[in-house]
T-cell receptor
Framework: KAGVTQTPRYLIKTRGQQVTLSCSPISGHRSVSWYQQTPGQGLQFLFEYFSETQRNKGNFPGRFSGRQFSNSRSEMNVSTLELGDSALYLC????????????FGPGTRLTVL | KNQVEQSPQSLIILEGKNCTLQCNYTVSPFSNLRWYKQDTGRGPVSLTIMTFSENTKSNGRYTATLDADTKQSSLHITASQLSDSASYICVVIPQNAGNMLTFGGGTRLMVKP
């Protein structure tokens, strides 16, 4: 099976712009979670989607949003970008609910200038 | 305060040597504790997963231990190889928290020839 894929792998934006990141989970996986990783804060949970519904949300401002499609693919959107949004954004998928093992994608490196 | 603390923050060892990474946590109760390996610019890859009732779990040259009484876990790497150079992240999954993982800050390991 193919692993979790994320597009694009690298992105450069300027302050005030918005960005959309995409994640395709492993075939058959219905849960997709998003994480932000920065050198200062480490890995932080953004949100989880399961069957097109947001199930959990981390402590991030409303500028961060996401959605999941019927084929389990997910997108994450960040509006009004700030310099501090520069980070590696990781997507992870797993089969279903509970605390089953997650498989991470390679991430999207976002740089905000 | 971070509920998962890892030490040391960074470590340099010579190829062939053993090393032990530490993880102290306050998350309680939890469903399982995981160790991930993350190569630079890549997504984390699961090394071991332990439930709260397990004491040890091995994956090749990687052995994780868990002491639920002292709330400590360790990851022991035997006969290190250059490819072990990476960040190692301890992750605790609280009970009934779905997919809201609690991450440690990671230990950056460098193996030198």
């Amino acid at each position: 099976k193919a692993g979790v894929t994320q597009t694009p792998r690298y992105l450069i934006k300027t302050r005030g712009q918005q960005v959309t990141l995409s994640c395709s989970p492993i075939s058959g996986h219905r849960s997709v979670s998003w994480y932000q990783q920065t050198p200062g804060q480490g890995l932080q949970f953004l949100f989880e989607y399961f069957s097109e519904t947001q199930r959990n949300k981390g402590n991030f401002p409303g500028r961060f949003s996401g959605r999941q499609f019927s084929n389990s693919r997910s997108e994450m959107n960040v509006s009004t970008l700030e310099l501090g949004d520069s980070a590696l954004y990781l997507c992870a998928s797993r089969l279903a609910g509970g605390s089953g093992e997650q498989f991470f994608g390679p991430g999207t490196r976002l740089t905000v200038l | 305060k971070n509920q998962v603390e890892q030490s040391p923050q960074s470590l340099i060892i010579l190829e062939g040597k053993n090393c032990t990474l530490q993880c102290n946590y306050t998350v309680s109760p939890f469903s399982n504790l995981r160790w991930y390996k993350q190569d630079t610019g890549r997504g984390p890859v699961s090394l071991t997963i332990m439930t709260f009732s397990e004491n040890t779990k091995s994956n090749g040259r990687y052995t994780a231990t868990l002491d639920a009484d002292t709330k400590q876990s360790s990851l022991h790497i035997t006969a290190s190889q250059l490819s072990d150079s990476a960040s190692y992240i301890c992750v605790v999954i609280p009970q009934n928290a779905g997919n809201m993982l609690t991450f440690g800050g990671g230990t950056r390991l460098m193996v030198k020839p």
